[in-house]
Each structure stands twice: as C-alpha cells, then as structure tokens.
C-alpha cells in the first residue's frame, strides 16, 4: 500500500509549493488526484506508459478504457493530434477552459496505453485554477479519469477521492467541492457532423448553437443496453455509476412520478427491505421511507448535477437495498443527469403514467 498524502489547497490561489510537490510526482510517475470544475481526476503523465499503466491499475479500470487528457493551453493541442478541423479551433475558442472534451486522430507521441489502441485521443482543457496550475508546472499533458474506482460514482470531493483511491495513489490535492457535478461532455470530431458521445457540462443546445449541426450518439439517451456493434466510446461498455444498492429509476411527469414512486417505496418496505429515495425539493414532502434526500429544486438543474454523485453515494453509505431516484426533464443538462441516473440504474428504468 502506498501513503496517498491530502494537500488541502485554495482553489482560487492553490499555494505554488504545494502544486510544485503534485507536479514533482507527476513528472516522476507518480499518481495525482486534484479537483477539476466537473469532478476529481485522477492525473498521471500522458506521455509515461508506465504511469498510465499504474493509472488503471490504482482505478481498477478496464485497459480498453482510455482516459482523457488534460492541457493547459489550447495551444498544447496540436502537438498531441494529427490534424485540428477548423470546428476544434471554434469549439476551443467558444468553450475552453471548460466541461468539453474534444476526440481527435491522434499524433503517435501518444503511447499507445494512453489511448487503449485506438487511434484518436480525447483532449481537453479544464477550468479549475488548480487543474491548469499543476498542468502547467508539471509541463506535460496530463491524462485524467475520474479519480474514483472503476463503477463507482464519480468523486466530487476530496473525501470521495480518499475514499476510493486512500492508499492506491500518491496525493490527493483537496481544493473542496466541485461546481459543476458530472463528467465532461465528449464531442467526437473525427466524424461529420460532429457526434455527442458521453452529455456533460457543455449543453447540446450550447453546442448546436455554435455548431449548427451536431449528433447526439444513440448511447446519450439510451434506456437499455446498447448492443456491441453501436458502441464508438469504450466507456459505453462499462458499468457505471453503480452504488451497492440496486437502483431504480422512474420518469415521467412530476405527479404521476411521484406516486409510483410512493407506491413503490411501500411495497419495498413491506418486503422489509430499507428504502433510500432520491427526490427533488418539490417532491420531498411527499415520500415516506427510511432515506430520502432531496437533489435540488427541479426549476435549477445546475444544482441537482451538482448534488447527484454526493448524494448517491450518501444515500448508499446508509446501507439501503433500493435507492429509488425521481427522474428531471432531458434538456440542458438535464440530458446529462438522466444519463448518468439511467446508467446508474443498469437500466432499471419504470415510465411513470
Ligand atoms: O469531466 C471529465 O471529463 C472528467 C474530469 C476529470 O476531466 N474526466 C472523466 O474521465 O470523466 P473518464 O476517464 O472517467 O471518462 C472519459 C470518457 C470515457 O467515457 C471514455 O470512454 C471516453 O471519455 N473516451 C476517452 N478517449 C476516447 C476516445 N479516443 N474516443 C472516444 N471516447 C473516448
Ligand atoms: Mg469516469
């Protein structure tokens, strides 16, 4: 096991020192966890196959699942690709810093491991002051999953981080609770019209806005698994978001979510099973059940991303057989919170009428 040391740092003035120590260990190998204005990443040199190597193994994550990578300058972008499309160069100037991650072809620099085989790269430039200071001390590209492990929600604290990764990595930089909640959205560029692979910060409505065109990938809305043959991102495949407990998601309008919920929520109790709900400020005082905790007003989803992996793995901390979550309307990032609720889920999904 090794010691994972807990930097706490200001993330609007991250202490020089203590990013020179992060960065230090970044270029010799090492594995850093940092806060970025999605979530924690998990940061290892995207240049050194060896780190990448330790990377996935610290997450448990599957070797066909490529991280992305992190830059601090627009600029570091071309270096690291075979060819920026005139779309990158408006979407980096629209966007970046921010929750947008663009996929390219990819330059051979790239060690293999880093991309899992395949022959793009996902890039991107986050906006978190600690996230570009330790780019840019490190002076390397810095590949970053999430820093949690492989199926789990994705970390929003530190304490999430520490949780899963506490004696697995070599530092947690502790800049306190991320803004915007949920991953990145990754926006394949090798394709025309460029194609939404994974919703997340960045809107469609934002992107179509600037773009005009663009595709939303089957995946970003799917409401079972998709067969193998579809899939264009590897995390597509994987298991995600999974607490213990067994989810259950119901969709639909406000009343009649409400009351299956309610009527779920009993016949679960009556089976003598401990009942987590996950409701909306609007919704909370309807529901009876041994957990229930409120994501946010349904009038300001930037509040229930923000909320939705904290308080998944709260509600599944107070060891509940079922946690069953209130569905919000798919537009904004609405699309991006269902999408994770439904991956959450397995699939478990029940239309409320
Ligand atoms: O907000 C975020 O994106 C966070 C923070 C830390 O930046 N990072 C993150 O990374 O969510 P990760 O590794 O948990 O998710 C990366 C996603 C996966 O779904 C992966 O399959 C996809 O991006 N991806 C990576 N490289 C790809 C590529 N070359 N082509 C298509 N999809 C790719
Ligand atoms: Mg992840």
């Known amino acids: 096991m090794k010691k994972t040391i807990l930097l706490k740092v200001d993330p609007e003035n991250p202490d020089p020192i203590k990013i020179q120590v992060a960065a230090q260990i970044i270029k010799e190998g090492g594995l850093v966890a940092f806060p970025t204005e999605t979530v924690y990443g998990l940061g290892a040199n995207a240049l050194n196959p060896n780190a990448i190597l330790a990377l996935f193994e610290a997450k448990k994550r599957p070797l066909d699942n490529p991280p992305i990578v992190h830059v601090a300058d627009p600029s570091e972008v071309y270096r690291l690709v075979l060819g920026v499309p005139e779309k990158a160069e408006l979407l980096m100037n629209t966007f970046w810093p921010g929750p947008l991650t663009l996929v390219f072809k990819r330059s051979p620099i790239i060690p293999t491991v880093t991309v899992a085989g395949l022959d793009t790269v996902a890039i991107r430039m986050p906006k978190h002051k600690v996230a570009l200071a330790l780019i840019r001390q490190s002076g390397l590209p810095i590949a970053a999953p999430s820093a949690n492990l492989a199926g789990k929600p994705s970390p929003t604290t530190a304490k999430h981080v520490f949780e899963d990764l506490n004696g697995r990595i070599d530092v947690i930089l502790d800049g306190g609770a991320t803004n915007i909640g949920v991953e990145s959205t990754v926006l394949d560029l090798t394709v025309d019209p460029p194609m939404i692979l994974r919703p997340g910060g960045t809107t469609f409505e934002a992107l179509k806005k600037v773009l005009g065109d663009v595709k939303l990938h089957p995946f970003v809305q799917a409401e079972e698994e998709l067969p193998l043959e579809k ?123």
Do not use: W
């Open 231 to 353: 899939i264009r991102s590897p995390g597509m495949k994987h298991r995600h978001y999974a607490p213990k407990a067994e989810v259950i998601l119901v969709e639909g309008e406000v009343a009649p979510v409400t009351c299956k919920i309610r009527e779920l929520s009993d016949a679960y109790a009556l089976k003598g099973e401990k009942v987590g709900i996950l409701a909306t400020d609007e919704t909370q005082g309807a529901y009876y059940a041994d957990v229930v905790k409120s994501l946010g007003s349904r009038f300001n989803l930037a509040i229930v991303a923000q909320n939705l992996f904290r308080l998944l793995r709260e509600v599944d901390s107070e060891n509940v057989d079922v946690i069953i979550a209130e569905g919000v309307p798919t537009e904004g990032i609405g699309l991006a919170i269902m999408n994770r609720l439904r991956k959450a889920s397995g699939y478990h999904i029940i239309k409320a009428e």
